[in-house]
């Protein structure tokens, strides 16, 4: 019988509206973690400070 692989396939990078997922790479006890990554739902307006009366 052949050996199970030591290494997990690559994933493609996961794309999704306000979302972004990719693969790390495995540590030393073979675990595989995914990077997240998010884009502001809301776009944030410059501060002007009001005018003095």
Do not use: H
């Not at 493609?12 to 739902?41: C, H």
């Amino acid at each position: 019988m052949s050996e199970p692989k030591k290494s997990r396939p690559a994933v493609p990078e996961g794309k999704a509206r306000y979302l972004k997922t990719r693969q790390m790479s495995a540590n030393e006890k073979g675990y595989v973690g995914y990077d997240t990554i998010w884009e502001s739902f809301q776009k944030e307006a410059e501060y002007k400070k009001p005018k003095q009366p």
